[in-house]
Every structure is written in structure tokens, then in C-alpha cells.
């Protein structure tokens, strides 16, 4: 047990309890006086249950979750299908299995499971015997789930693949010409989707990002009264539970998507640095895991994993500040979920395995 403990990176321990502890009093405030009231409690049980996850992958070789990085995708790829086809329905998506009285969103579990196989894949072998068809395979494995979750409907979840799609090959020297190929890919793959996969909602979150004053009292309200929120904290913030447009509930889904603008509302611009600085030295400590990992493979999982937390976060607060359409990304540590919440501990547990495999080096 205590060689678990060793295992652990303090320097990214106490960020993520620090960003824990943020995270907490937010969803107390987001909570109060609503049927939401325990949500914090809750959430809290989901943390220590990750940070249990966390600490027992610290202390196990990470070698080991590479090796089944195949099994795990192709299991992760049958959990999609039969998402779609025995999956819990809420809001008009089918995302979620229910299991003991919970929901589990397998697409959050994912997102991790490929970017270990496909790092796996590209780092088993020097840069220079990696052939086109070795990357045209390793965007296959990503595009497949990306296409899976995008029926069921959720745009935000896919979105999040990107990293794995972009930084792995980029990693790999890939030349200009293959990441201008890319490029045009990703523009006529965009349009193709504008017009034969995009559901009229999602189009409509687009226009209104475009023109948020379009439909104040429909679509575009959240992201207006979420732009309220944050600009009424001023630079100290209302203070804890003080909060206008949190307390008097004009803020919708202020538990999960938009969690982010209660803090904002209530600690103001100080309080936001606060939390943007420790998701910097969060993405610093993931990256300097990188920067020690003893293969190309270990390297490539937590640059993509960097990549990961930090779209949530530029998605995240982008969409709260109306900088970016609303694509219904969590903020890591801030929103509530049970699935997303474990599978960014089970992500870290593998990073500070890898770390801790450096140092015992």
C-alpha cells in the first residue's frame, strides 16, 4: 500500500485536489435550494472513488494496460453498438447504460481506451519504419468511435477524439504535406457533416454562437444567461452562494456544462485566474510525464492525454463565455458525472505510473 502512495506525483496530486476542492464548493452553490441539493456529496464519493483508481494505477507497471490496449478497444467498440441498441434514452440521446441504479456513459471510457491503443500502435516502432498505411490505420481507429458516438447523438463527446487524431501523427513527424491532406480532410468532412449528419439542434447551436442575440428566450438562452453570470462577478466575484443568476436558478444545467460560470460568478476574475493556473500546472505536470516517459509509446499517451484536458478546458470555458458554440464538453474536476470523473482519474493513474516508472529508472 505505501508503495502505491510513493507513487504518486505530489506536485500533480495536490492540483487535482486543489481543483477538486474548487470543483466541490461550486457544485454546493450550483446545488442549493434545488433538487440538486446533494449533487456535491455525490460528487464527492465519485472523487474519492477516482482518486482510489488513480492511486492503484500509479503503482502498477503501465506496460501492462498497453498490452491490452486491444482487447480493451474492441470491448469499448462492442459497448458503443449496444449503447445504441440497449442504451438509456435522457434529453433525446442514447449515451448511457444503467448499472446498480447508476448511469454509465461508456463513450467518456473510450476516448482513453483508444488513445492507449493507438499509442501503442504508433510508439511499438521507430518513427521511420512507420508507414502511410500504419497512419491511415491509426486514424481509422479513432474516426470508427467518432462516428459511433456521433449517433447517438453527442457532438461534444466526438469533438473530444481530436487530440488523438491530431497530436499522435504530428508526434510521429509526419510531413507538411499529409498534415495539409489532414487539413482539407477535416474542412470537407466538416461540410459533409453540416449537410447529411448535424441534427437541426446542432446547426442551430452554430447560428446562435454566430448571433447570440438570434433567440435570447430559446436556444441562446443559457449561453446569454451564462455570459450574466460571469460578467456580474466583476473582479472579486459575489462570494460564496451569492450569486444572482445561480441562486435564483436563471442558470440552466449549472451542475454540468456550465458549472464553470457559478465560480466565475462568485470569485469574479480572481478567482477565475485561480482556476485556469492550476489547469496550467495540471497540462505542465502531464506534460513533463511526457517529457521523462522511458518509450515513445508512454510519450504519446500523456501528450495525448494533455491534448484531452486541455480541448475540455478551451471548449468548456469557451462555450460558458460564448467564445464557442455550445457543445456540451464537461469541465474536468468542475461538472458533475460519475463516468467522465473516473475516467479522467483512471487517465492521471496511468500518467503517474508512467512517471513513477522514470524515476525508477
Known amino acids: 500500500m505505501k508503495e502505491r502512495f510513493r507513487a504518486l506525483d505530489p506536485r500533480l496530486l495536490w492540483v487535482v485536489l486543489a481543483l477538486i476542492g474548487l470543483g466541490t464548493l461550486t457544485l454546493f452553490s450550483a446545488g442549493r435550494n434545488t433538487p440538486q441539493s446533494g449533487i456535491w456529496l455525490k460528487q464527492s464519493l465519485w472523487n474519492l472513488m477516482g482518486l482510489g483508481i488513480m492511486a492503484a494505477l500509479a503503482g502498477a507497471d503501465p506496460r501492462r494496460f498497453f498490452r491490452k490496449g486491444f482487447p480493451a478497444y474492441l470491448v469499448g467498440l462492442l459497448a458503443l453498438l449496444a449503447v445504441l441498441v440497449v442504451g438509456r434514452r435522457i434529453g433525446g440521446s442514447t449515451r448511457w447504460f444503467m448499472v446498480l441504479g447508476q448511469t454509465f456513459q461508456p463513450s467518456e471510457l473510450m476516448k482513453w481506451v483508444t488513445l492507449l491503443y493507438v499509442s501503442q500502435r504508433l510508439g511499438s516502432r521507430p518513427p521511420d519504419q512507420v508507414t502511410r498505411l500504419d497512419l491511415l490505420g491509426a486514424v481509422g481507429l479513432v474516426v470508427f468511435p467518432m462516428l459511433l458516438i456521433q449517433r447517438q447523438p453527442d457532438l461534444g463527446m466526438a469533438l473530444s477524439f481530436l487530440p488523438i487524431l491530431l497530436l499522435i501523427p504530428l508526434m510521429k513527424g509526419v510531413r507538411a504535406r499529409w498534415i495539409a491532406a489532414l487539413v482539407v480532410f477535416v474542412l470537407l468532412g466538416g461540410a459533409a457533416a453540416w449537410n447529411f449528419a448535424l441534427k437541426p439542434y446542432q446547426k442551430q447551436r452554430v447560428m446562435i454562437f454566430l448571433d447570440p442575440s438570434s433567440d435570447l428566450q430559446g436556444k441562446g438562452y443559457q449561453v446569454n444567461q451564462s455570459r450574466i ?92 463565455a460564448g467564445a464557442l458554440p455550445n457543445k456540451g464538453m464537461v469541465l474536468p474536476f468542475f461538472s458533475a458525472g460519475g463516468s467522465s470523473t473516473l475516467s479522467f482519474f483512471l487517465a492521471l493513474g496511468i500518467i503517474m505510473g508512467i512517471q513513477h516508472r522514470a524515476r525508477l529508472k
Open 229 to 320: 453570470a460571469i460578467g456580474s462577478g466583476g473582479l472579486i466575484g459575489k462570494g460564496f452562494t451569492s450569486g444572482s443568476q445561480t441562486q435564483l436558478n436563471f442558470l440552466p444545467v449549472k451542475t454540468t456544462d456550465f458549472a464553470f460560470s457559478v465560480w466565475a460568478e462568485e470569485r469574479g476574475f480572481f478567482g477565475v485566474l485561480i482556476a485556469l493556473a492550476l489547469f496550467g500546472l495540471l497540462l505542465d505536470r502531464i506534460l513533463a510525464a511526457a517529457r521523462v516517459a522511458l518509450s515513445a509509446t508512454e510519450a504519446y499517451f500523456c501528450a495525448g492525454a494533455a491534448g484531452i484536458f486541455a480541448l475540455h478546458l478551451l471548449v468548456n470555458v469557451g462555450m460558458v
